[in-house]
T-cell receptor, first 112, second 112 residues
Framework: GQNIDQPTEMTATEGAIVQINCTYQ??????LFWYQQHAGEAPTFLSYNVLDGLEEKGRFSSFLSRSKGYSYLLLKELQMKDSASYLCAVRESGQAGTALIFGKGTTLSVSS | DTEVTQTPKHLVMGMTNKKSLKCEQHMGHRAMYWYKQKAKKPPELMFVYSYEKLSINESVPSRFSPECPNSSLLNLHLHALQPEDSALYLC???????????FGQGTRLTVV
């Protein structure tokens, strides 16, 4: 089974930095992924971590600590268009196969 | 080409109808997925196909019947659905290792 937790909502202002945390408990861990989803659209891939540490991709960075079951997504220089739902997802691998399981998502509102 | 194509984009069907959702990818991905997403909720895993074989069925009712005719195509056959099955149905594909999944734009299904 799996349990993936992230805050339900966050707010921030343009130009600021925001950190969205995700904790997970799962078996067969095979990577942690962050997706962005605007209302009515499909999730789009942002970043992923398989090993511990920080991955940086432009304004977005993601961090993973496997021993703590913890990840965060860091968004810098926030823009209004960053207002969206941010989904933490864990890839699980087991005898039955591999699956990407999503947390409940964090709705981020960026204001001017 | 990092595209997953889903058809139709919108579908309205009655509770006695039979319809099919289609998904296609040409990225050589050998894992394909069906997710169901209700408003303001995260994507919920339904089925996983790995190398054209069903590897995960998340206890989905039999009125949903998946099919993977070949490595590029994934179908979801619908029969005798209920109004509560109205949702956004997302298809995704990935390599079988710890890599990101790419999502299609989804089919917005309404059951009347």
């Amino acid at each position: 089974g799996q349990n993936i937790d992230q805050p339900t909502e966050m707010t921030a202002t343009e130009g600021a930095i925001v950190q969205i945390n995700c904790t997970y408990q799962t078996s067969g861990f095979n990577g942690l992924f962050w997706y962005q989803q605007h209302a009515g659209e499909a999730p789009t891939f942002l970043s992923y971590n398989v090993l511990d540490g920080l991955e940086e991709k432009g304004r977005f960075s993601s961090f993973l600590s496997r021993s703590k079951g913890y990840s965060y997504l860091l968004l810098k220089e926030l823009q209004m268009k960053d207002s969206a739902s941010y989904l933490c997802a864990v890839r699980e691998s087991g005898q039955a196969g591999t699956a990407l399981i999503f947390g409940k998502g964090t709705t981020l509102s960026v204001s001017s | 080409d990092t595209e997953v194509t889903q058809t139709p984009k919108h579908l309205v069907m009655g509770m006695t109808n039979k319809k099919s959702l289609k998904c296609e990818q040409h990225m050589g991905h050998r894992a394909m997925y069906w997710y169901k997403q209700k408003a303001k909720k995260p994507p919920e895993l339904m089925f996983v196909y790995s190398y054209e074989k069903l590897s995960i069925n998340e206890s989905v009712p039999s009125r949903f019947s998946p099919e993977c005719p070949n490595s590029s195509l994934l179908n979801l056959h619908l029969h005798a659905l209920q109004p509560e099955d109205s949702a956004l149905y997302l298809c995704a594909s990935s390599q079988t290792g710890p890599t990101e999944a790419f999502f299609g734009q989804g089919t917005r299904l309404t059951v009347v």
